[in-house]
């Protein structure tokens, strides 16, 4: 038997002691919410590409499944993934402005080298941001954030929820004169994301979320031009 409050309604965020009930036999019969008279979650029985689309909409009840009712556990390998993604990019567009011709191996390592720097500087970017994020909501509503297990969570959903920098992939890949366009909106999509992301896990309105983005942001920007005035070259 689950302990109470081991999942929550997609519907209405309140805590659910568990999803569905075992009817011997082979019959299920999905939880209904105390609150709210509706399923506790009823992507229980959807198939996983509709909850993906789903959550591609942004639909609040998706992300409340994926973040509460499974136990998804990438956050850490998609973060590393998402970062070689983004290094990559910056490194071919690195190559772009430089064109350098010459087969020498000595050439061949700087490029490499370029890339780690690359690596390096997403990592700085992405953790300024998370940074920013956190120091916000934690300002704004220290109650939300008290122990480590929601500081926890809150990362895994703000991991989790920047799955779309994988698309930075196949937009550079099949290159085109759209190419900065499909940036830009890779860019807003991602945001869109976390910012619902944080409004899920901490149950919020729409304004605050996008305060704290705001300031990650500009905590993000403000960390490069730090680094750029020390004769960085990022
Ligand atoms: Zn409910």
């Not at 997403?122 to 300002?139: K, N, P, Y």
Request: charged share 20%; with cysteine; glycine share 4%.
């Amino acid at each position: 038997m689950a302990a109470i409050g081991a999942y929550r309604c997609i519907e209405c965020n309140r805590e659910a002691a568990e999803l569905y009930r075992d009817y011997q036999r082979g019959v299920l019969r999905i939880s209904i919410c105390k609150s709210c008279q509706k399923p506790v979650d009823k992507y229980i029985e959807y198939d996983p590409v509709i909850i993906l689309i789903n959550a591609i909409l942004c639909k609040a009840q998706a992300y409340r499944h994926i973040l509460f009712n499974t136990k998804i556990n990438i956050h850490g390998k998609l973060c590393v993934f998402c970062l070689l993604c983004e290094a990559y990019l910056r490194w071919l567009q690195l190559q772009d402005s430089s064109q350098n011709i010459d087969p020498d191996d000595l050439i061949r390592y700087a490029k490499e080298w370029d890339f780690y720097r690359m690596f390096g500087i997403a990592s700085l970017e992405q953790t300024s941001f998370l940074v920013g994020i956190f120091i916000t909501l934690w300002w704004m509503r220290p109650k939300m954030l008290k122990t480590k297990s929601d500081f926890i969570l809150l990362l895994k959903a703000l991991l989790l929820s920047s799955y779309g920098k994988l698309l930075l992939i196949p937009a550079v890949i099949w290159e085109h004169d759209y190419t900065p366009v499909c940036l830009a909106f890779i860019k807003v999509f991602v945001l869109i994301s976390n910012s619902q992301a944080i409004r899920v896990t901490l149950n919020l309105n729409r304004l605050l979320p996008w305060l704290a983005i705001i300031f990650g942001l500009i905590l993000e920007n403000g960390v490069v031009c730090l680094f750029q005035k020390m004769g960085w070259d990022v």
